[in-house]
């Protein structure tokens, strides 16, 4: 009887990013490695490796922007395979550095960009009335950030419009009506109707600044990326009026701030 040994060959070989930097990851053979710039391995001969990293690598102030892989890989994308390995390697994962831009536009249906919208409730209200935004009123936001944002809503005042457009003392935000107390729910997401549910402790608009996350603001508001159909994102609002207030006959006109921010996972 003979036994036959067999051997399986192996290459080491190498990913890492051009230039160097540790922000972001690379991620293979199922680990996901975060704050690298260069990782090692070992590949079967002839075997094509899943190799992935992140489009946006972003610093306190820059963002590194992937570009390509060298030697391509298939597809030719952050996530990719390599050829079949034939012996060592280096797979270069190129990126391109920019200063941080954060830019966004805001529209109503029909409407071209504007820095201030308006939703005009035209009728009278009863106390504890409830309207929601219909489709006219609802507005779009455009990014033109070069790196992925989050959005945020503040009340920054309310003012009576029958008295001079003076701040108003007496209405202030909450999340159930009151005396001068209204309620102004937000919703950001890409549907072209208007929410049918509302979470009411997550959506409600305060006076101090609240930004979008998985369970604030509805399901969008937040990784809103830098270019394509993900760029873009509807805001709805509903609001409820008072149980009572001072000078019930004024209008008022509120505030919403909307703001942006880089978004940091």
Known sequence: DSIVASYTREFKCRAEKVPPQNYGYIAHGGERYEGVSTIDFWANEGSRQLLTVGKYDITPDSVYIFRSWDPSL????TSGNTDPISGPDTFRCNYDIYGIHIGIDVAQ????????????????LGYEEIRIMGQEDSLKIKSWSNVPIELG?????????????????????????????????????DNTEPPISWVVPRDYVKNSDTWADDLTFGPGGYNIQPEGPESMEKLWLRFTSPTLSDFSTHTRAIRLRLMARMFMP
């Open 74 to 77: 298939d597809p030719p994308d």
């Open 153 to 189: 809503l503040v009340v920054a005042g309310v003012l009576d419009t029958s008295n001079h457009w003076v701040l108003d003392p007496y209405w202030v935000p909450s999340y159930y009506p009151g005396v001068n107390k209204f309620v102004i729910l937000a919703r950001f997401d």
């Open 109 to 124: 249906h029909g409407s071209n960009p504007s820095d201030s919208l308006y939703w005009n409730i035209e009728d009278t």
